[in-house]
């Protein structure tokens, strides 16, 4: 069983910066393809981005290519999202996923573990 935890949410005005981090109890992430995904209150929950394991590819949605940045420390413990010129329309909770081995990085049935998610709200 691997325990996510997401941490870095919270206020931002439109346009700031927040940067999220994930990391798994007790272990490295190195083993998996990570996934952040998103949910807004009364809407599904969407994918933001994505990393491979192996290579480092990245994956972004339309709507967060080049503001957003999905990284990984040299330790592979953890994995961050840097989000800027944020919108309130980003506004939502922010989850981290991860998945054994994905083929499809924007498909929520991917992934194996979810974090408990972050808030993140930006105000207009």
């Known amino acids: 069983q691997v325990q996510l935890v997401e941490s870095g949410g919270g206020l931002v005005q439109a346009g700031g910066s927040l940067r999220l981090s994930c990391a798994a109890s007790?272990?490295?992430?190195?083993?998996?393809?990570i996934g952040w995904f998103r949910q807004a209150p009364g809407k599904e929950r969407e994918f933001v981005a994505a990393?491979?394991?192996?290579?480092?590819?990245?994956y972004y949605a339309d709507s967060v290519k080049g503001r957003f940045t999905i990284s990984r420390d040299n330790a592979k413990i953890t994995v961050y999202l840097q989000m800027n010129s944020l919108k309130p329309e980003d506004t939502a909770v922010y989850y981290c996923?991860?998945?054994?081995?994905?083929?499809?990085?924007?498909?929520?049935?991917?992934?194996?573990?979810w974090g408990q998610g972050t808030q993140v709200t930006v105000s207009s």
């Open positions: 007790g272990r490295t992430l190195s083993s998996y393809d």
């Open positions: 990393l491979r394991r192996s290579g480092g590819s990245t």
């Open positions: 996923a991860a998945a054994i081995k994905a083929t499809i990085y924007m498909a929520r049935f991917q992934y194996d573990y």
